[in-house]
């Protein structure tokens, strides 16, 4: 499959994943995955401020042909995104980050499959726009299995 399908198809598929969290308790969706980790209300949130820096940001740039680009704080845009959505309700976090979802899908259909191999450079790393992708969905697959881990160890406690 080629790369902007492969993209489109996990951006569909994560929308699909966050609605499903739309069942759990209260008591589930604030509850550390581990000791000392985030929620899955924080997982969930902050990833939609990233969804928001590559629609307002980084796509932009790239389609103006600016190939050398840096990157925001990590740390700063992921505490306050945990922070924030710690303080809103679930259903509130879950739409807005299925409203960036598709938006980011609105977004790729508007991209040619060509532009997923223009190269540019964030910091030291040279990359395509297809390898950049790819890297945000590890991420998200990553965050998704912690999630579905943690949900599937509470099933086996009951």
């Known amino acids: 499959m ?66 050398k680009l840096e990157s925001p704080s990590v740390q700063d845009i992921n505490t306050k995104a945990a922070l924030e959505s710690r303080e809103k309700r679930k259903e509130d976090v879950i739409q807005e980050f299925v409203d960036e979802r598709r938006n980011l899908l609105r977004s790729l259909n508007d991209l040619s499959s060509e532009v997923f191999d223009q190269a540019f450079a964030i910091g030291k790393s040279n990359l395509t726009l297809g390898e950049y992708f790819e890297g945000l969905m ?10 579905t881990d943690f949900l599937n160890a509470l099933e086996d406690l009951k």
């Open 2 to 67: 080629e790369s902007k399908a492969r993209t489109q198809q996990h951006y569909k598929q994560s929308i699909q994943f966050a609605e499903g969290l739309s069942d759990l308790s209260d008591a589930q969706w604030f509850a550390p995955i581990t000791e000392g980790k985030w929620s899955t209300c924080e997982i969930i949130g902050h990833l939609i401020p990233w969804d928001r820096f590559l629609l307002e940001q980084r796509l932009p740039s790239l389609m103006n042909a600016k190939t």
């Open 138 to 147: 590890k991420h998200d697959l990553y965050h998704f299995q912690q999630i």
